[in-house]
């Protein structure tokens, strides 16, 4: 099992920055992947950032070059650093831990989110 809690989130002017944090425990070797979301009002769920075990990232095309995903070594924290921010990325975000169980099946691990608004 794994525990995930977010923090960090607040209200922020266009063109500012906020750091999130992504706080995970239990069993924290298992995790394979770390994943940002966010979910804006009237839409769907989407894919901000991903860090798996090896260290290799993806990010939304809406999110590059603003967007950061990064852990600390212990790999018990996962961040996503987000500068020159928009209206647009107003959202709750959600923190997910990804445990890949093999022969296709995997668990997720949600946090209950925070919250990140935008003033322009």
């Known amino acids: 099992q794994v525990h995930v809690v977010e923090s960090g989130g607040g209200l922020v002017q266009a063109g500012g920055s906020l750091r999130l944090s992504c706080a995970a425990s239990g069993s924290i070797a298992s995790i394979n992947v770390m994943e940002w979301y966010r979910q804006a009002p009237g839409k769907q769920r989407e894919l901000v950032a991903g860090?798996?075990?090896?260290?290799?990232?993806n990010y939304a095309d809406s999110v590059k070059g603003r967007f950061t995903i990064s852990r600390t070594n212990a790999r018990n924290t996962v961040y996503l650093q987000m500068n020159s921010l928009r209206a647009e990325d107003t959202a709750v975000y959600y923190c997910n831990a990804v445990v890949l169980q093999g022969l296709g099946r995997k668990s997720d691990y949600w946090g209950r989110g925070t919250q990140v608004t935008v003033s322009s």
């Open positions: 860090l798996t075990s090896g260290g290799s990232t």
